[in-house]
């Protein structure tokens, strides 16, 4: 059975910084393209970073220059480093593997706030 499951959210000041971890299991994680999603209240879910299994990266705009994705094989567990984080980057954020199939984990909250 495949686990995915987040964790490192938290309450953050703005400009302050959280990393993001998912532990996934049940999967050949290395064939897999691991995607960060996040959701704010009251809005539609949007991709975040992108990583491949080749380490090829990619970013939503509003997050280029603040955020990034990496992956450790080794412990088949993806990161998404938050820095100089603002107010809107405040929602739920959720690991997403994906090779033909899609599997999602439970989400982690972020708040960034004074």
């Known amino acids: 059975q495949v686990h995915l499951v987040e964790s490192g959210g938290g309450l953050v000041q703005p400009g302050g910084s959280l990393r993001l971890s998912c532990a996934v299991s049940?999967?050949?994680?290395?064939?897999?393209?691991m995607r960060w999603h996040r959701q704010a209240q009251g809005k539609e879910r949007e991709l975040v970073a992108v990583?491949?299994?080749?380490?090829?990266?990619n970013y939503a705009d509003s997050v280029k220059g603040r955020f990034t994705i990496s992956m450790d094989n080794a412990k088949n567990t993806v990161y998404l480093q938050m820095n100089s984080l603002k107010a809107e980057d405040t929602a739920v954020y959720y690991c997403?593997?994906?090779?033909?199939?899609?599997?999602w984990g439970q989400g982690t909250q972020v708040t960034v706030s004074s």
């Open positions: 997403n593997a994906v090779a033909g199939m899609s599997y």
């Open positions: 049940g999967l050949t994680f290395s064939r897999y393209v």
């Open positions: 990583i491949s299994s080749g380490g090829n990266t």
